[in-house]
């Protein structure tokens, strides 16, 4: 979901509360954060990506990927170690799906605005 284009949509509608803005700024900043942390920070190139799940992941592969014997004890642990960041930040993106929207539609029918759909939750399994 853009919330950059529902801020730009509400522009246009009179007497948005600021509540409402500030809401959805908390909303977009939470899932900046999750991004950040899953995917890295995409203006530090390889160095930003280094330090997101994602890249420690593709690291892992790397050197896992090259032999034929099996991954040492420590690559293992690290690769359960980013399996469980990954579902702590699917866990973070459902609770914004479950709380924060929830709490910024109340406030948009409060004031006659139109709700917004933040789709379904993240299953893994």
């Given at each position: 979901?853009?919330?950059?284009?529902?801020?730009?949509?509400?522009?246009?509608?009179?007497?948005?509360?600021?509540?409402?803005?500030?809401k959805?700024?908390?909303?977009?900043?939470?899932?900046?954060?999750i991004?950040?942390?899953?995917?890295?920070?995409?203006?530090?190139?390889?160095?930003?990506?280094?330090?997101?799940?994602?890249?420690?992941?593709?690291?892992?592969?790397?050197?896992?990927?090259?032999?034929?014997?099996?991954?040492?004890?420590?690559?293992?642990?690290?690769?359960?170690?980013?399996?469980?960041?990954?579902?702590?930040?699917?866990?973070?993106?459902?609770?914004?799906?479950?709380?924060?929207?929830?709490?910024?539609?109340?406030?948009?029918?409060?004031?006659?605005?139109?709700?917004?759909?933040?789709?379904?939750?993240?299953?893994?399994?």
């Open positions: 979901m853009n919330l950059n284009s529902i801020k730009k949509n509400l522009k246009k509608v009179k007497d948005v509360p600021e509540a409402v803005d500030k959805i700024e908390s909303i977009s900043k939470k899932l900046k954060d991004r950040l942390e899953l995917l890295g920070d995409p203006n530090a190139g390889w160095r930003g990506m280094q330090s997101a799940v994602r890249g420690r992941l593709m690291m892992l592969f790397g050197a896992i990927g090259g032999y034929t014997g099996a991954p040492s004890e420590s690559q293992v642990n690290d690769v359960d170690k980013q399996i469980e960041a990954f579902e702590s930040l699917v866990g973070q993106v459902n609770a914004v799906i479950e709380t924060d929207f929830p709490a910024l539609n109340q406030l948009l029918n409060e004031n006659n605005i139109s709700r917004l759909f933040a789709g379904d939750k993240i299953k893994l399994k």
